[in-house]
Structures are given as C-alpha cells and as structure tokens.
Nanobody, 121 residues
C-alpha cells in the first residue's frame, strides 16, 4: 500500500511561515495526485491543495490561494509552503494520495498521520 508521512508542523505567530513535507512511499496509479488537507477543532476536514506527482498541475482552495504553494521534488516528497499565516489556518494538516485531480477527500485512499500547525495572533 501507499504510505505517507507528514512533518514540519509547529507553532508560529500570525504573518509567519512554515513548510510542511510529505514523504510518499511510492508513486503508482493510486498516488497520481497528492493533496494537502486540514481539519480545525470542531470542523470538517477541507482540501487545501493538490498536485499531480508526475508534473506541475496544481489547484488550491480559495482560502489559501496566493499564500500557500504546493510543490514536489525529484524524489518522492511533496511540500506545502505556507506564508502569511493567519490564526484561521490553525489545524491538523494531512497529506493524502489518490487517483483524481480534486480537493474532495472522498477521492483519496491513503492518508498520513497528520501534523499540527498552530498560528497565534
């Protein structure tokens, strides 16, 4: 199965930056796309960004567009650069692998354990 491990979470003040990393065990037809999701306390999980692992195709949620950047390296890692962080960005962030270009969590079969991001005002 495809395994994913997130890292890079932490605490930062409003306006600061963090870079999250997702290590993907393998790229197959089941992990053509890797997405970042987040879940704040008491809220539903929402899609943040998605990238095609074999190229540069990306898509972002309106709430993070212009502040967050998803990217990949030449290995098996996907990153989420988060700039101009706001308190409302506070959440547990997950990376997930799937076979569709979408921010809908139902399309993703494999999930990481999550990493906490806390933004203070």
């Amino acid at each position: 199965r495809v395994q994913l491990v997130e890292s890079g979470g932490g605490s930062v003040q409003s306006g600061g930056s963090l870079r999250l990393s997702c290590a993907v065990s393998e790229y197959t037809s089941a992990s053509t796309y890797v997405g970042w999701f987040r879940q704040a306390p008491g809220q539903e999980r929402e899609g943040v960004a998605v990238i095609r692992t074999g190229g540069t195709l990306t898509h972002y949620a309106a709430s993070v567009k212009g502040r967050f950047t998803i990217s990949r390296d030449n290995g098996k890692k996907v990153y989420l650069q988060m700039n101009s962080l706001k308190p409302e960005d506070t959440a547990v962030y997950y990376c997930a692998a799937g076979d569709a270009f979408t921010l809908a969590e139902e399309a993703y079969s494999y999930w990481g354990q999550g990493t906490q991001v806390t933004v203070s005002s």
